[in-house]
């Protein structure tokens, strides 16, 4: 018999198993340079371990997602955590380069698992004004997590190798397992019969052949592109190439959460003023505008920005990837509002088509990589005009 736990500790509890992934991601920014050593290869391979882990992430939750609803959230969740666990020892283990960008794939399949069971275990059991304090809470906890997460793996490179953070990873899914197993809740709502595979594929045929939805998705899957590359890139250009130590960097890289923070704040405010169509427009023209002159600074000569100077780069970055803040829980709003009977399956495709495209990208990165900062920037401007090409032409607003 499971403990009934009160909405509050069960959002924490949710929140802690969510945060598997963003801990999986930005744990280990810190030791790619370490990793490029040891396996005696370039940062750019080690940074295809990141658009590895994408892309098992995209398709664990399009895969997770059915199934958990078929079978049951901790029969899904449970078995995707030691698909995590087992692929993040693998890891450990990693006799090449190459064995570990395929453990990533794996590690991150199981953790889109994860992922689908937490928001789901909410729909279960909340609804309401109640439903949306715990996406609240859970929210909190998703920004929290990449802004400590550098820090942790910083703290343990000082003490050991980049081996212990995937020990540390490792620990944290014996953790989830038991607050899978031990604590959470199953659905209340009897299971069907057998899956229908025609209702599921169906659901994703009526997003993708709505031209205003796809519109909005296509925005935000380039929009995030941006914040994925420079998650990619993050660790050679303030390491290695602008000469950040592991210890600073956590704290520049948290400048960019704290802003998209700040600007996640003050968009309850601006809603009072501006529709959310129209403030994914301004946002998206922030982050169009900053990428352009961070990859200006290394195209030519602009007084106002050295492409070798900390201080004028970091704020760039800030912006561009702060303005998520803005751009995501609006785009979010207008992509499902078409959806109300069918919103499993248009969240399903939002959050795969952006980690699908976040994996290729960073592939791509990985493959371009050079001794300084501008396949990251290109890319990064790239993927913010095509962000507000979508905008311009798909979406129509009457």
């Given amino acids: 018999m499971r403990p009934e736990f009160s909405p509050r500790i069960l959002a924490i509890l949710l929140a802690a198993l969510v945060a598997l992934t963003p801990f999986s991601i930005d744990t280990y920014l810190p030791a790619l340079p370490d990793m490029a050593h040891?396996?005696?290869?370039?940062?750019?391979?080690?940074?295809?371990?990141?658009?590895?882990?994408?892309?098992?992430?995209?398709?664990?939750?399009?895969v997770g997602g059915?199934?958990?609803?078929?079978?049951?959230?901790?029969?899904?969740?449970?078995p995707g955590v030691v698909i995590f666990l087992l692929a993040t020892i693998a890891i450990i283990f990693a006799p090449n380069i190459e064995s570990a960008i395929f453990g990533r794939f794996v590690q991150a399949f199981g953790g889109g698992f994860v992922?689908?069971?937490?928001?789901?275990?909410?729909?279960?059991?909340?609804?309401?004004?109640?439903?949306?304090?715990?996406?609240?809470?859970?929210?909190?906890?998703m920004m929290l997590a990449p802004l400590v997460a550098p820090a942790v793996?910083?703290?343990?490179?000082?003490?050991?190798?980049?081996?212990?953070?995937?020990?540390?990873?490792a620990g944290y899914a014996l953790l989830a397992l038991a607050v899978i197993f031990l604590c959470l809740p199953e659905r209340k709502k009897a299971l069907t019969s057998k899956?229908?595979?025609a209702k599921i594929w169906d659901g994703y045929r009526r997003v993708l052949t709505h031209r205003r939805a796809v519109g909005y998705m296509i925005t935000q899957t380039f929009s995030s592109s941006v914040i994925f590359l420079f998650l990619t890139g993050s660790a050679f250009a303030y390491i290695t190439y602008l000469g950040v130590s592991t210890d600073f960097f956590p704290v520049i890289f948290?400048?960019?959460?704290?802003?998209?923070?700040?600007?996640?704040?003050?968009?309850?405010?601006?809603?009072?003023?501006?529709?959310?169509h129209q403030l994914i427009g301004a946002g998206i023209v922030i982050q169009l505008l900053a990428n352009a002159v961070l990859w200006g600074g290394q195209i030519v000569d602009l007084t106002f920005i050295d492409s070798k100077n900390l201080y004028m780069v970091v704020p760039m970055i800030m912006l561009?990837?702060?303005?998520?803040?803005?751009?995501?829980?609006?785009?979010?709003?207008?992509?499902?509002?078409?959806?109300?009977?069918?919103?499993?399956?248009?969240t399903a495709i939002l959050g795969t088509s952006q980690f699908v495209m976040a994996g290729i990208l960073s592939t791509i990165l990985g493959l371009l990589h050079s001794d300084d900062i501008l396949p990251m920037t290109t890319m990064m401007l790239l993927s913010s005009i095509l962000s507000v090409l979508s905008y311009r032409f798909l979406i129509n607003r009457t």
């Fill in 38 to 62: 040891y396996f005696g290869t370039s940062v750019g391979m080690v940074e295809m371990t990141i658009g590895a882990f994408f892309l098992g992430y995209a398709m664990g939750q399009l």
């Fill in 66 to 78: 059915p199934l958990s609803d078929h079978f049951g959230r901790r029969r899904v969740g449970g």
């Fill in 115 to 141: 992922t689908v069971i937490a928001p789901s275990v909410v729909r279960d059991r909340f609804t309401g004004k109640e439903a949306a304090r715990m996406f609240a809470l859970i929210g909190v906890v």
């Fill in 153 to 169: 793996g910083a703290v343990i490179l000082k003490f050991a190798d980049w081996r212990m953070i995937f020990v540390f990873l």
């Fill in 195 to 197: 899956l229908n595979f």
């Fill in 254 to 276: 948290g400048a960019n959460i704290v802003t998209m923070m700040c600007f996640n704040r003050l968009n309850p405010f601006l809603l009072n003023i501006f529709s959310p």
């Fill in 320 to 346: 561009s990837v702060g303005a998520a803040g803005i751009i995501m829980p609006n785009t979010f709003a207008c992509f499902l509002e078409d959806f109300e009977d069918n919103s499993g399956s248009a």
